[in-house]
């Protein structure tokens, strides 16, 4: 893995080379001034898979170089450090994320070997295991793709914090295109919504689904079955027999079934959202409100529509244990949902320190990197096998 470290303090600057030199990255490029970077990257973007940036800079602060990064298309993973105020910190994160930028964390100096090592075994996927390609596809090939079968769900566990025991799977839709490997959702998801395709999708994805939860219900396991869907899908009256009927079709109790609907995305048509999500709830089938505190209207989401299910965004998941505005939000959300009667899950759980915050706070249910990422059908029970290990030790731990 090629690395760059960016800082203009010549000591910190290879302090932090040599830690990732101890902790096996021999490949690290360091550089004291931003904008001899840039140029560096100019030359061989895709060379590059991983960044770590200071954000308080004299010629180019973290903030133009993140800039720099967008304009330049960076495809690897980018870590921010600074041993500047919290909240600068997060500010400069969220940024770099609405950049589309790809941010594995941030590291408050002096960064601890600790620290740096439970970042890089939580890294997000490199070019090895997710499409490193940039071609942009056509209505017809994604048609085609639905009709040959190239579209696959992987899934991603939800664990029950008390207990630690499996209770359910997201469900993630992929292309297996046969020349650009697997491509993930937000290069297809518009495409499909865009050309009046989104019917057609959900209903591959959903019949899927209930193939492999019949499958897993067989072997024991009832597991609930998360299923993303679109506004697009919520203007169909009819939205609800089809889901219920699938269900019935796959030997799959409804009630099984949780559909997740992204806050913001409820504010296009909320009165045939209104309408079709509450046919939903008759029919037992759960609602949850999918990236909760990211959108413009929650409070009014949670008061008008039946959901059953609270879903808080990894934004204010991950660190939650050592940032107090992340706490402070985090627990006025599990306490309001509490008082609705609805479930709550975190999503973006990504270490122990995580994981025994939420279960002391009262969260239900944990998702994220620290538990498993998304993987396909056939390699949940294996995984599941491998989990029992696991959870005895974290239901046991004091957390």
């Known amino acids: 893995m090629k690395i760059l470290v960016i800082d203009d303090d010549t000591f910190i600057c290879r302090l932090l080379g040599r830690q990732l030199n101890m902790l096996g990255f021999p490949d690290v490029e360091q550089y004291e001034h931003a904008s001899h970077a840039v140029h560096r990257l100019e030359s061989r973007p895709d060379e590059v898979e991983l960044i770590f940036c200071d954000l308080q800079m004299p010629d180019m602060d973290g903030i133009e170089f993140i800039r720099q990064l967008a304009h330049l298309g960076y495809r690897g993973v980018l870590v921010l450090v600074s041993g500047e105020d919290e909240r600068i910190l997060q500010s400069a994160e969220r940024l770099a994320r609405a950049h589309r930028l790809r941010v594995a964390g941030t590291l408050f100096k002096p960064v601890a070997s600790d620290q740096l090592h439970r970042l890089l075994q939580g890294l997000p996927g490199t070019s090895q295991d997710r499409s490193t390609t940039s071609a942009s596809y056509s209505a017809m090939a994604l048609a085609e793709a639905m009709a040959n079968g190239q579209l696959i769900n992987h899934y991603q566990p939800k664990v029950d914090l008390q207990s630690g025991a499996l209770v359910g799977v997201e469900t993630l839709v992929r292309w297996q295109h046969p020349q650009d ?4 959702p937000d290069q297809f998801i518009p495409l499909a919504e865009d050309h009046g395709l989104i019917d057609d999708l959900i209903q591959v994805v959903l019949q899927q689904t209930l193939q492999d939860a019949r499958t897993w219900l067989q072997a024991g396991h009832p597991l609930q079955l998360a299923v993303n869907v679109s506004m697009d899908n919520l203007v169909r009256l009819d939205f609800p027999e089809f889901v219920a009927e699938a269900a019935r079709a796959a030997g799959v109790a409804p009630s099984l079934l949780i559909l997740e609907v992204t806050e ?5 048509n909320p009165q045939a959202a209104l309408d079709i999500l509450t046919r939903l709830r008759l029919k037992r089938i ?8 990211t959108g413009h209207s929650s409070l009014a989401q949670l008061r008008d529509i039946p959901f059953t299910e ?4 990894r934004s204010f998941v991950h660190g939650a244990w050592r940032n107090s505005a992340l706490r402070t939000i985090l627990s006025a959300s599990l306490d309001m949902a509490r008082r609705l009667g609805m479930h709550t899950v975190a999503e973006g759980v990504e270490d122990k320190d995580d994981w025994d915050y939420l279960r002391n706070a009262g969260c239900d249910v944990a998702q994220g990197w620290f538990i498993a990422k998304a993987m396909p059908a056939d390699r949940l029970l294996p995984w599941l096998a491998e989990w029992e290990q696991r959870r005895l030790t974290l239901a046991a731990s004091p957390g």
């Open 181 to 184: 490997g697997l491509v993930y």
């Open 286 to 293: 759960g609602l949850s409100i999918d990236d909760f505190g």
């Open 264 to 268: 913001s995305h409820l504010m296009s």
């Open 310 to 313: 609270l879903k808080i965004d």
